[in-house]
């Protein structure tokens, strides 16, 4: 095999090197969201804030599906993507609003939230619940996908491409502070962003990445993230990474300093979360509490 060949082709494993594998997955992923984004060019708004993350979520899984196939050689599984066990999917889901709501309740203790208005909806000609259950749908999928693609097909990979440089320990540790970071990166250009929001989501990064190296399972993170949105946007009205709610349970005037709710971005932005997600990320990375005694080597 020529040396040019063999920057791109692993010989022993018999497949793309990690680096190319992961660029032809994105250019598979973009493939199909230039497809959705023709599909979405003229229907409604509602039906676009409603189904865009279903479809999104489809083709990133039919992107995942296709490249394990065809690029990795893997199965599903293997991205930790498989059926969603009910006891830690609810096990994250319980973590993300139970966080959400201490927020809250530090907020609305200190008095910096007055209530303004009870089940908030910007689509008056629909009726509430509908929007809120299609809000709800849209945060489900866009945490499936979300999750997959990072702490799954990327992680993933980025660790295999870090074996025989790195211990397999090292290459899962490295790789996970990579994808946590990217996380955070990815929201800098959202509207009301600063330092501290890019901090505070490389840490809610970090925070839905430990159980996936932990267990190689995204269970636990898809259910953290999803709760963590819909809480955050759909139950107390919260802005979500700079993004307003259109629909919620309740929306509060938020009286309190910026630097700590947020402010405009909502509470990914604020002191905080910096703090709660810190407490959490500690928390659940002893090991005791789930029974997990040392990190498993189960993403590579």
Request: charged residues 10%; glycine residues 8%; contains cysteine.
């Amino acid at each position: 095999m020529t040396v040019l060949a063999n920057i791109f082709w692993n010989s022993q494993e018999k497949r793309i090197r990690a680096f190319f594998r992961i660029v032809l997955f994105v250019v598979l992923a973009g493939l199909f969201a230039t497809i959705i984004a023709m599909i979405l060019n003229n229907v409604s708004e509602l039906f676009e804030k409603t189904f865009t993350n279903f479809l999104v979520m489809l083709a990133i899984l039919l992107a995942i599906y296709l490249a394990g196939i065809y690029f990795d050689k893997r199965k599903w599984g293997d991205f930790g993507i498989t059926l969603i066990p009910l006891k830690s999917f609810v096990h994250g889901a319980m973590w993300g609003s139970l966080l959400i709501i201490v927020i809250f309740l530090i907020q609305s203790s200190l008095g910096w939230l007055i209530l303004n208005e009870i089940q908030f909806n910007t689509f008056p000609t629909h009726a509430f619940l509908l929007v809120f259950v299609g809000q709800v749908f849209r945060y489900l999928c866009g945490s499936i996908f979300e999750e997959a693609f990072s702490r799954g097909y990327l992680l993933v990979n980025l660790a295999e491409g870090f074996q025989g440089r790195l211990s397999n320990r090292y290459a899962v540790l490295l790789s996970y502070f990579i994808t946590s970071s990217l996380f955070g990166l990815l929201h800098i250009a959202n509207e009301n962003a600063s330092l501290l929001s890019s901090i505070n989501l490389v840490l809610i990064g970090l925070l839905l990445g430990w159980m996936v190296v932990k267990t190689g399972k995204l269970h636990f993170s898809i259910g953290l993230h999803a709760a963590w949105n819909v809480f955050q946007n759909n139950v107390f009205g919260f802005a979500n990474s700079g993004k307003k709610s259109i629909v919620s349970l309740y929306t509060f005037e938020n009286s309190g300093s910026t630097l700590w709710t947020g402010g405009e971005f909502g509470i990914e932005g604020g002191l905080l979360c910096t703090i709660t997600v810190s407490i959490a990320l500690v928390v659940l990375s002893q090991g005791q509490i789930f029974r997990i005694t040392r990190l498993k080597q189960n993403i590579l």
